[in-house]
Antibody
Framework: EVQLVESGGGLVQPGGSLRLSCTAS????????MIWVRQAPGQGLQWVAK????????YYRRSVEGRFTISRDNAKNSVHLQMNNLGAEDTAVYFC?????????????WGQGTPVTLSS | VLTQSPGTLSVSPGDRATLSCRAS???????LAWYQQKPGQAPRLLIY???TKMTGIPDRFSGSGSGTDFTLTISRLEPEDLAVYYC?????????FGQGTKVEIK
């Protein structure tokens, strides 16, 4: 059974940092692209960052480029999202998801999400 | 850009629900997925490739369409189908989501 479990969310002050983690099980992790998707309160889904199988390719939405860093540790079946200089617009539930193998691009399994709240 | 309509759909149990997703440009190879998000839960993949059902998805869900116009149909709505439904294209580098259609039970 595929499982994705996120952790690391919480309450943070504007300008602060958080590191989210997602631990995967039930599939061959190093074969899959992984992605972080966020959902602001009452809003829709927005992909944030994605990473290829060995971590050599990373992509970010424009609004987080330079502030967020996605990485992975295939030995520990985990993917991370380092978030720096956080602002109110980053308040959201953050989901990690597995990207389909072929064709690449749909998200076939999702974690339960971890909330990130900006508050002064 | 993906535009979903209607924003909210109110349907009686047993009736058909038809959800639309329109793309501003043709979606390459019909790489279009649909997700269901029930209140307080993570999204769940229903359909990929515009019409292929994910394993375990009930038969009442079906996807159709090509090019710029796609449809998710719930043939006989059940109370458990209360959710927001999102489309997503993955034919471009952007992998954009639609804004969602909320399905309410009448």
């Amino acid at each position: 059974e595929v499982q994705l479990v996120e952790s690391g969310g919480g309450l943070v002050q504007p300008g602060g940092s958080l590191r989210l983690s997602c631990t995967a099980s039930g599939f061959t992790f190093y074969n899959s692209w992984m992605i972080w998707v966020r959902q602001a309160p009452g809003q829709g889904l927005q992909w944030v960052a994605k990473i290829n199988q060995d971590g050599t390719e990373t992509y970010y939405r424009r609004s987080v480029e330079g502030r967020f860093t996605i990485s992975r540790d295939n030995a520990k079946n985990s993917v991370h999202l380092q978030m720096n200089n956080l602002g109110a617009e980053d308040t959201a539930v953050y989901f990690c998801a597995r990207v389909s193998l072929y064709p690449r691009g749909y998200l076939d399994y999702w974690g339960q999400g971890t909330p990130v709240t900006l508050s002064s | 850009v993906l535009t979903q309509s209607p924003g909210t759909l109110s349907v009686s149990p047993g009736d058909r629900a038809t959800l639309s997703c329109r793309a501003s440009q043709s979606v390459n190879s019909n790489y279009l997925a649909w997700y269901q998000q029930k209140p307080g839960q993570a999204p769940r993949l229903l359909i990929y490739g515009a019409s292929t059902k994910m394993t375990g998805i009930p038969d009442r869900f079906s996807g159709s369409g090509s090019g710029t116009d796609f449809t998710l149909t719930i043939s006989r709505l059940e109370p458990e189908d209360l959710a927001v439904y999102y489309c997503q294209e993955y034919g471009s580098a952007q992998w954009t989501f639609g804004q969602g259609t909320k399905v309410e039970i009448k």
